[in-house]
């Protein structure tokens, strides 16, 4: 194997090396920072993105304070829609649509507010968020007084973190159709369900009726 002795031999042998591998060395290079950077521009753009979103969802929450206004209704439906449309791949996209509800609820739409809440369930895997969303639906329906497909909506729902939920909204419906006995056991065991220390003043009021009745 030969040596190269002299500064002009390693200097000839540089360039030959870089005829035939200097082009792709560059590019090697260049594919390399571009990944790196590329990479740091893609992590600060999902920030963004997300920051955009969450404050969209911030201004949101705001508006949907006092539904009973016109103008805070416009707010929430303008940028639930917004939210859906822009980021629609974002947890805020989906529990927007559970403000949007609320607003045709408060037009009266039920129809529409119930077919909102089932749209958005049936493109969701999220059990907490199909359970609020059903026990949504069961509401509106006791509105509507179909009393039976609240019922089926409120027995759907088997997370323990909305237990209470259920017995409450169970003895409104047996509350309204008459069983007395049957609405106090369903708001005792939602009263039991809260816990120690945990209070709800209304659920207090209907089992305080319901005694004196």
């Known amino acids: 194997m030969s040596e190269l002795k002299t500064e002009e031999e390693q200097i000839e042998a540089f360039k030959t090396w870089w005829k035939k591998n200097g082009i792709m060395l560059i590019l090697a290079i260049a594919v390399a920072g571009g ?51 822009d980021y629609s791949d974002t947890g805020y996209a989906m529990f927007s649509q559970l403000f949007l ?8 739409n039920y129809n529409d507010a119930i077919s909102a809440l089932d749209s958005v369930i049936a493109k969701t895997e999220d059990a907490s968020f199909v359970a609020i969303a059903n026990l949504r639906v069961a509401r509106l329906l006791i509105q509507q007084e179909d009393f039976t497909a609240a019922m089926a909506r409120i027995e759907a729902v088997s997370e ?54």
């Open 35 to 85: 990944g790196y950077f590329g990479w740091q521009a893609w992590k600060t753009s999902q920030a963004n993105y997300t920051s955009e979103a969450s404050a969209l969802y911030q201004n949101l929450i705001q508006a949907a304070v006092d539904l009973s206004k016109e103008e805070n209704q416009k707010t929430v439906t303008f940028i639930a829609n917004q939210l859906t449309e």
């Open 101 to 108: 509800a609320r607003v045709d609820a408060e037009q009266g």
């Open 160 to 213: 323990n973190e909305f237990l209470a939920q259920k017995q409450e909204l169970m003895g409104d419906i047996l509350l309204s159709q008459g069983d007395r006995d049957g609405a106090r056991v369903a708001y005792e065991k939602a009263n039991e369900a809260l816990g120690a220390g945990v209070t709800h003043p209304l659920l207090g009021i209907k089992l305080k009726d319901l005694v004196k009745g």
